[in-house]
């Protein structure tokens, strides 16, 4: 069993900043690559950014050069810090991780960018 807590959200102004946190418990977070995922008001669920077991990571086209993405293995906490944030990155965004064949999600944080 793994449970994640997401936090950081907020409302900024665009070109703003938020740092976004997910701490794990259970599991083997060592071993896990962690995901963050995001979903607007009506809108689909979309992988933004993910981070392997080796700490490489991985960004979608909307976010690249804006976000950066980071793990902290010995504290078991997943970072999403989101720099020059637009009106379209506001959404509720999730940490995401699988586990033994099962997929876990956080709770979520909003995130609003409006001026």
């Known amino acids: 069993q793994v449970q994640l807590v997401e936090s950081g959200g907020g409302s900024v102004q665009p070109g703003g900043s938020l740092r976004l946190s997910c701490k794990a418990s259970?599991?083997?977070?060592?071993?896990?690559?962690m995901r963050w995922y995001r979903q607007p008001p009506g809108g689909r669920r979309d992988l933004v950014a993910a981070?392997?077991?080796?700490?490489?990571?991985v960004y979608t086209d909307p976010v690249k050069g804006r976000f950066t993405i980071s793990r902290n293995d010995a504290t078991n906490v997943v970072y999403l810090q989101m720099n020059s944030l637009k009106p379209e990155d506001a959404a509720v965004y999730y940490c995401?991780?699988?586990?033994?064949?099962?997929?876990?999600w956080g709770q979520g944080t909003q995130v609003a960018v409006s001026s």
């Open positions: 259970g599991g083997s977070f060592r071993r896990q690559i």
């Open positions: 981070i392997t077991t080796s700490g490489e990571p």
């Open positions: 995401q991780t699988g586990f033994e064949l099962v997929t876990y």
